[in-house]
């Protein structure tokens, strides 16, 4: 699997977007981005994944270079329980498994 | 929904004793996976079914650990002698089909070896 790189840790003010980078300059044309979180003390959460288009739900917008060799996870309205540490991951689609690193630790202030 | 169902949802145990951990997965899911996370190495893959059968056990550390999933709802994670390094919080997720879908991790069972 290709592996990913982020940096360990960002901050970001209540109510502002906050914008977690992810380099993955080795991905394969096969393999997809996912970005999960995991709040303190608890389980992971998946928030979104996508091959090579732009991808938004109700949690996040995930915009993906063309290269495809980087993509940037963005949390519009920043609130204090968005406090987490942010997965960015690789992973081919027919592979089951998700192999984390070590992340970004996303903190909210007030 | 319950989501995924783990327990204990802590355990203190010595070293040497058996250690079982129970995790039930999200009806109508038919993959499950096991990881482990500590402070040094992060969140780790153990092990994970497809249809309750063992697909890939290659992060299993040694012989101690053994996972079973006798039936779609009810799966284990045994440790046997039990070792301080074993101290981590193991989670238990599950997914609805093989690929391209989310998992969906339970709360984690919170595991000390003294």
């Known amino acids: 699997d290709a592996k990913t790189t982020q940096p360990p840790s960002m901050d970001c003010a209540e109510g502002r977007a906050a914008n977690l980078p992810c380099n993955h300059s080795?991905?394969?044309?096969?393999?997809?981005v996912y970005w999960y979180r995991q709040i303190h003390s608890q389980g992971p959460q998946y928030i979104i994944h996508g091959l090579k288009n732009n991808e938004t739900n109700e949690m996040a917008s995930l915009i993906i270079t063309e290269d495809r060799k980087s993509s940037t996870l963005i949390l519009p309205h920043a609130t204090l329980r968005d406090t987490a540490v942010y997965y960015c991951i690789v992973r081919v689609s027919f592979d089951d498994k998700l192999i984390f690193g070590t992340g970004t630790r996303l903190q909210v202030f007030p | 929904d319950a989501g995924v169902i783990q327990s204990p949802r802590h355990e203190v145990t010595e070293m040497g004793q058996e250690v079982t951990l129970r995790c039930k997965p999200i009806s109508g899911h038919n993959s499950l996976f096991w990881y482990r996370q500590t402070m040094m190495r992060g969140l780790e893959l153990l092990i994970y079914?497809?249809?309750?059968?063992?697909?890939?056990d290659s992060g299993m550390p040694e012989d101690r650990f053994s996972a079973k999933m006798p039936n779609a709802s009810f799966s284990t994670l045994k440790i046997q002698p039990s070792e301080p390094r074993d101290s981590a919080v193991y989670f238990c997720?599950?997914?609805?089909?093989?690929?391209?879908?989310?998992?969906?991790f339970g709360p984690g069972t919170r595991l000390t070896v003294l």
């Open positions: 997720a599950s997914s609805q089909q093989r690929g391209n879908n989310e998992q969906f």
């Open positions: 079914f497809n249809n309750n059968v063992p697909i890939d």
């Open positions: 080795t991905i394969s044309g096969n393999e997809y």
